[in-house]
């Protein structure tokens, strides 16, 4: 068996190096096979032509502000502004500034798109890397994703009409250190099946409604990320229409913005931690225009000790738990509310584990267990 084992293991090992080898020989290869072409706008290039008649592998270098629209219809075209390029469409443009139609692996790197109806489309299975790209003055989306996988790295997508991004209809984004600010509606919207998936540090603040919104099945998945969502105009993060979100471990803050801090809504689930994982984190809910945490409406709420809810200074309840809604809350704090410490209400369903609040008001007829009572 000792021998097996030993076998076994050397098989295994023999196998990652192979794997790891073959890997670095396809980036290689890969990096070896691109074609840089420098295109540079402010020498009278025209990057429209330049992407119409692009390769496979072909690296487009943006010098100075190029005029859009243009649409990527081959795999594996990447367009390099090196921090400083800008496209930017005439005022009577319709459609994107980018559209990214279908393809596989196009990159958009270090650049910023601007005046469209979108900063940048990807649809149709398309497969897109944003780097370092910054999507602004759009007249609805910074970036919308349709059906599609996008992956961006450093997005600063701000002041637009509508939404930083915009994942619907079955998409895939995967966000790390985004900025989403200042938009006319929300930050980020995940609806339609869509994911969205948090990494490393995201901001969403200053946009005119919700600064997080999810529904009907979108969801959002993160695990030991950073996010901060502050002075948005309504909630700080909505769940509705049976929205999901599942939180493992990280640093959540979410605070001063005009309603709820987080609202679950309309048959929506919420998962802050898993014990059973072990991933830590922590939920700060301060200083919102209405309740901390919100369960309503049937929605399901769960907080794991591994990840307690901290909420304070709001102007509503720190928790409250109305209209059908279930929660299971451990270890957390609703104290310094001007709405008390937790509210439940018309049938909704509450137990409590440890933590501390400011007493428990009753509407209704409820169901409360745990270190809480009725008064």
Partial sequence: MTTMTATVRAIRGSLTLLATVLFALAASAAAQREVEVPVDCSAGDDLSDAVSVATPDTVLMLTGTCEGPVTITQDRVTLD?????????????????????????????GLTVEGGQHGVLAERMATVELRDVTSRGNASHGVEVINA???ADGLHAHDNGRVGINVNRTAEARL??????????????SFNGAIVRLEERNVVRGNGAQGFTLGMNGMLFTIGAELI????????????????AQFLGGDVQVRGNGSDGIAADFGSTLAL????????????????GGAGLLADRGAIVAVESIMPVTASGNAGPGLRVDDGAQATIA?????????????VAFGGSLTVTGGEHDGVSCEGTVQVRGDVACP
Avoid: K, M
């Fill in 81 to 109: 502004g090196r921090g400083d390029a800008v496209i930017r469409v005439p005022e009577d443009a319709e459609g994107p500034v980018v559209h990214v139609d279908g393809v596989r692996d196009a990159r958009l790197i």
């Fill in 273 to 288: 931690g898993i014990d059973a994982f072990q991933v830590p984190g922590s939920v700060v809910t301060e200083n919102n």
């Fill in 149 to 151: 996988f996008v992956d």
């Fill in 176 to 189: 790390r250190n985004a900025v989403l600010e200042n938009n006319g509606i929300s930050g980020i919207i």
């Fill in 229 to 244: 969502v502050e002075d948005n105009g309504a909630e700080g993060i909505l769940l509705q229409q049976s929205g999901h």
């Fill in 331 to 343: 270890q957390s704090t609703f104290t310094g509310n001007e709405g008390g410490g937790i509210q």
